[in-house]
């Protein structure tokens, strides 16, 4: 696997440290513990092995990956695992794509109050499809929702939204046969807009009366009721960006998708740039452009750009992909069944014998995405296994390379 020019890991440590000096007591546990985790990933801070090719006999040292959720080069293996769970749930239904996105004037509170207002976020724009979509008036059925947050635009700048996936259609009312949406047409994004406004500052006119929200720095006096008020008013005639892009182009495409979009950290390696005096650059997309207009390159300070990055980190325990209605966790298996049964579609076949038999796999097992034998492209095998702060018993041999593979 080849390692990228420059990553977050580069900037972090050559600037890190100066940043958590001049931001002492400003930072976050879970922001530091983030810097922390991205410094020593694949490092021989967290251990690793060493592998060896079965056919060529090629070795390599591959070290442990730090597995945090906000690491650019951990999520790879991650979004794998999630979608082949994911797989045996699709329908043979046109999927649709829907973005729910905070305006700007809630985004400083969001900041501030994470899990409060992700959380309501989340909730908020579920109910709104759920209830829409149960309307007689439009589909009249139970959908299924699957909903992955994203707290960053494409600068890395604060910009929460939801980005929903919808199969078209769902079982009706009285569970007796599946309803399909109109070709090409899910919901009314108009509709869907006005009601999404409608919960969403309730409830969080409701946080705030039940003292869960807190504010401090250019916000701190939001705290005050009247004050609160005051700032959503204006929300209430405003309008909310809600988004419907056309139907993926079958399963497949869905879960193209989804592999781009589960996982996606703030930035990726692959979009940087450059590291130098002039500071870091790196690729971006201008949504305000057309065409090739729209793919530009910015430069920041170091410190902004870790401030940005560090933005989107998430509070310990928070869940940034959800499953709503006929996706819930609880009961998603047995309205897959059923939906598939009114649909006249038999379930997707599984060959077990197919997944055990795959490279780096073992009955029962996950499967673990290392890479082949850069030589030969043979299957690696792990042949010693070493601890953090530690190295292999003697070098692997002659020709032994660093792997970057995940443990």
């Not at 922390?36 to 090629?58: F, M, N, Q, W």
């Not at 009247?226 to 879960?255: N, R």
């Amino acid at each position: 696997m080849r390692r990228p020019g420059l990553e977050v890991a580069d900037i972090f440590h050559r600037h890190g440290a100066a940043w958590r000096r001049a931001h002492a007591g400003h930072l976050s546990l879970g922001q530091l513990k983030v810097m922390s985790a991205i410094e020593s990933c694949r490092s021989a801070a967290l251990g690793g092995h060493v592998e060896r090719c079965e056919d060529c006999g090629h070795s390599r040292i591959a070290y442990n990956s730090c597995r945090n959720r906000h690491c650019p080069k951990c999520q790879g293996a991650a979004a794998k695992d999630w979608l082949a769970a994911r797989e045996a749930d699709l329908l043979p239904v046109g999927y649709f794509h829907l973005v729910f996105t905070l305006p700007a004037e809630i985004a400083p509170i969001a900041y501030q109050n994470k899990a409060v207002v992700y959380d309501l976020l989340f909730r908020t724009a579920a109910e709104t499809l759920l209830t829409i979509a149960a309307d007689p008036q439009h589909l009249g059925a139970q959908i299924g929702i699957t909903a992955v947050l994203h707290s960053w635009g494409s600068a890395m700048t604060h910009h929460p939204h939801l980005h929903m996936i919808v199969p078209g259609g769902g079982i009706s009312l009285d569970g007796l046969r599946w309803v399909r949406c109109r070709p090409g047409f899910l919901l009314p994004v108009r509709v869907l807009s006005r009601l999404f406004r409608r919960l969403f500052l309730a409830r969080l006119a409701d946080a705030h009366v039940a003292g869960r929200l807190v504010f401090f720095g250019e916000i701190e006096g939001l705290g005050r009721r009247k004050a609160f008020t005051a700032h959503l008013a204006p929300l209430q005639k405003k309008k909310w960006f809600v988004y419907a892009k056309p139907p993926f182009a079958g399963p497949e495409a869905v879960l193209a998708y989804l592999a781009r979009y589960t996982h996606r950290v703030a930035i990726a390696n692959s979009r940087l740039v450059s590291l130098n005096e002039r500071g870091v650059s790196f690729r971006y997309k201008d949504y305000r452009r057309n065409g090739q207009a729209r793919f530009r390159t910015m430069t920041l300070e170091p410190n902004e750009f870790i401030r940005r990055f560090l933005l989107h980190v998430l509070p310990k325990g928070f869940h940034r992909i959800r499953h709503y209605g006929l996706l819930a966790s609880a009961t998603c298996k047995a309205n897959i069944a059923r939906a598939r049964k009114l649909i006249a579609t038999p379930p997707p076949s599984i060959e077990p014998s197919t997944e055990q038999d795959a490279p780096g796999m073992t009955a029962g097992s996950r499967p673990d995405y290392r890479p082949p034998c850069p030589c030969c492209g043979g299957r690696m095998i792990i042949v010693e296994s070493f601890g953090p702060g530690g190295g292999p018993r003697a070098p692997p041999s002659p020709q032994a390379g660093v792997g970057t593979a995940m443990p």
